[in-house]
């Protein structure tokens, strides 16, 4: 009864990916990256998925999207962004504006620090956590910010 759980699960293992509009490359199979509308990075810890994209003015917009990846109205989430240092890290407030979340205050300086987004569907939710360090070089492959990169090198 074990293997035939075993090989199940197995099974599942290897064909998820494929539905998942997964790609393969050196013979792993690695997710499909995909930049936002905008260019930004895409959230896809939750649904519906949101664009986190840095301004040239460094202010942050969050867009919520579709399943068309096309830009949908945002439902009541609550988002807080920690950017910087992390001893002693940036608060980001937004506004909603234009059917979007826009910040009212600019990241910290520099060009390469972590980000903590904590997205919650509403009030009572529990928070859901995207982290990554935002790079703002341009990668030379895709032309996105290192932070929003759709190209395979390492990061």
């Known amino acids: 009864m074990k293997s035939i759980a075993l090989s199940l699960i197995t099974l ?8 998942a509009g997964e790609k393969e ?5 690695h997710a499909k990256k995909v930049a936002g509308p905008g260019g930004g990075r895409i959230v896809t810890a939750v649904e519906p998925y949101l664009e986190f994209l840095v301004t040239k ?3 942050i917009e969050i867009t919520a999207l579709g399943e068309d990846l096309k830009p949908a109205k945002l439902s009541g989430q609550i988002i807080s962004v920690m950017a910087g240092d ?7 407030e937004f ?4 059917g979007k979340l826009v910040s009212t205050n600019a990241l910290p300086e ?14 009572e939710a529990k928070a859901v956590y995207e982290k990554f360090n ?5 990668c030379p492959g895709c032309k996105n910010a290192e932070y929003a ?6 990061h």
């Open 86 to 92: 992390r001893s002693k890290p940036t608060k980001i």
């Open 110 to 123: 520099g060009n390469d620090f972590p980000v903590s987004v904590s997205i919650k569907a509403g009030p």
């Open 57 to 59: 003015d460094r202010k």
């Open 149 to 154: 990169c759709i190209c395979s090198h390492s």
């Open 12 to 19: 599942l293992a290897f064909s998820l990916p494929a539905v």
């Open 25 to 29: 490359t050196q013979g792993h199979k």
């Open 95 to 98: 506004k909603e504006e234009g």
């Open 134 to 138: 935002l790079n703002l070089a341009i």
